[in-house]
């Protein structure tokens, strides 16, 4: 089982990261690019929240620091918080659109977005992937963006507004900025896809 999984899968994923990685490359090598970048780097540490594709984004992220570009670091260090943040404070401005255990871990959601681990946002995207997802990926592409646009540099390996209060960034009002538009952003996607969600769940159960 295993041999066939990495004959079928094993390469079309290590082509996926390869292209991945190539966008990139090609991407942050122009400053007129710099908006593209960003977008790209959010939308990646978005979409799987730690797994594959975000690693991609972050190692790139981490070599930049190295290679003297710690500004492509902080955009991805601005994209990386919003998923759980944003979870978090949907959780606690329209509790109906969602179910007691999503909104039992809005608390730790949003203090493991403020110590920069994305992956709590996990449990809700797993719970709701069709409006989740979209939300998550679009503030984090916008906070990566806008991070990209102002210039924010990270230079150590993490995001989070940990690495700002510690003094990681080169500003710490701007990569907040950047931060809070993505969540904001995320948090009334999300609200508003659940909302559209329920009122169709519930026009159908009237019909």
């Known amino acids: ?49 730690g797994g594959p594709v975000n690693k991609v984004a972050f190692l790139f992220g981490t070599a930049s620091i190295v290679g003297g570009t710690p500004q492509i670091m902080g955009a991805v260090a601005c994209a990386i918080p919003v998923p759980p943040l944003a979870m978090g404070l949907a959780t606690l401005i329209d509790k109906k659109c969602f179910n007691e255990e999503e909104r039992a871990a809005g608390i730790p959601a949003l203090l493991m977005g403020l110590i920069g681990i994305t992956e709590g946002a996990i449990p809700y995207a797993a719970c709701d992937p069709k409006h989740v997802m979209p939300s998550i990926i ?26 700002g209060f510690l003094g990681a960034t080169n500003s710490l009002p701007l990569f907040l900025l950047t931060i809070a538009a993505g969540t904001v952003i995320s948090t009334l996607m999300v609200i508003a896809l659940k909302g559209i969600k329920q009122k169709k769940e519930f026009a159908s159960k009237v019909v």
């Not at 190539?22 to 977008?39: M, R, Y």
């Not at 984090?140 to 210039?151: E, I, K, T």
């Open 1 to 49: 089982v295993s041999a066939v999984l990495i004959l079928f899968l094993g390469a079309p994923i290590s082509w996926l990261m390869t292209a991945l990685n190539s966008a990139l490359t090609f991407l942050s090598k122009d400053p007129v690019t710099a908006i593209p970048l960003g977008l790209l780097l959010g939308a990646m540490v978005a979409f799987d929240m």
């Open 138 to 163: 679009v503030g984090s592409s916008v906070a990566s963006a806008l991070g990209m646009v102002l210039g924010i540099t990270d230079i150590v390996p993490h995001g989070g507004p940990i690495v």
